[in-house]
């Protein structure tokens, strides 16, 4: 049972323009929502993460998107740029638990 | 702050042997994670030590698979009699006792397993 789902698989973005990746889960227990960002050959790190007690959360470029109502978030990368270019990850786990648990990851291609 | 540390990197070996991993988390850290990742797919959660005891297992690790973490520093996970199926990235993670919170987690750059 996939608990989070992540989605496009791949994207392609011009430089300067919007990355939007989606996720969605359904585990209502879930209130911690980390996104991960993963260079190849590198382990994943933590870029940004949001609680359901909020609906959007920013640092700098990069903002999450919540809504509760619908059990989705979603990552936006604003002016995109080519060092954007990595595989990012939605997580989630929920309090007094701490294992997350992932979505299979967005491919993004930020072209010059 | 060193970060999470892990070694080797790569571990090419065959089908059959036995192999350990080590992870050196960050310092003031008393949580260690261990997760698995294979090509195209998100880490997968593995096992978890609070100091030095195994508080989680996940049905992923099988009786092949064994984990410690001796004196609540580093931990090593083993896999005996490998298989084609382990052939993976194993990743290590640290964060700080969560309590009614959430810390976020810090991953290593992983140890590559390729099986022969």
């Known amino acids: 049972q996939q608990q989070v789902k992540q989605s496009p698989q791949s994207l392609i973005v011009q430089k300067g323009g919007i990355s939007i990746i989606n996720c969605a889960y359904e585990?209502?227990?879930?209130?911690?929502f980390p996104w991960y960002q993963q260079f190849p050959g590198k382990g994943p790190a933590l870029l940004i993460a949001?609680?359901?007690?909020?609906s959007e959360k920013k640092e700098g470029r990069f903002t999450i998107s919540f809504n509760k109502s619908a059990k989705q978030f979603s990552l936006h990368i604003m002016d995109s740029q080519p060092g954007d270019s990595a595989t990012y990850f939605c997580?989630?786990?929920?309090?007094?638990?701490?294992?997350?648990?992932f979505g299979k990851g967005t491919m993004l291609l930020v072209s010059p | 702050d060193t970060g999470v540390s892990q070694d080797p990197r790569h571990k090419i070996t065959k089908r059959g042997q036995n192999v350990t991993f080590r992870c050196d988390p960050i310092?003031?850290?008393?949580?260690l994670y261990w997760y698995r990742q294979t090509l195209g797919q998100g880490p997968e959660f593995l096992t978890y030590?609070?100091?030095?005891?195994?508080?989680?297992k996940s049905r992923l690790l099988s009786d092949r698979f064994s984990a410690e973490r001796p004196k609540g520093s580093f931990s090593t996970l083993e896999i005996q009699r490998t298989e084609q199926g382990d052939s993976a990235m194993y990743l290590c993670?640290?964060?700080?006792?969560?309590?009614?919170?959430?810390?976020?987690?810090?991953f290593g750059d992983g140890t590559r397993l390729s099986i022969l």
């Open positions: 993670a640290s964060s700080l006792y969560p309590g009614l919170t959430n810390q976020p987690q810090h």
């Open positions: 585990n209502t227990a879930f209130d911690y």
């Open positions: 949001i609680r359901p007690d909020v």
């Open positions: 997580a989630a786990t929920y309090s007094g638990y701490s294992t997350l648990t």
């Open positions: 310092s003031e850290h008393n949580r």
């Open positions: 030590f609070q100091n030095e005891a195994q508080l989680e």
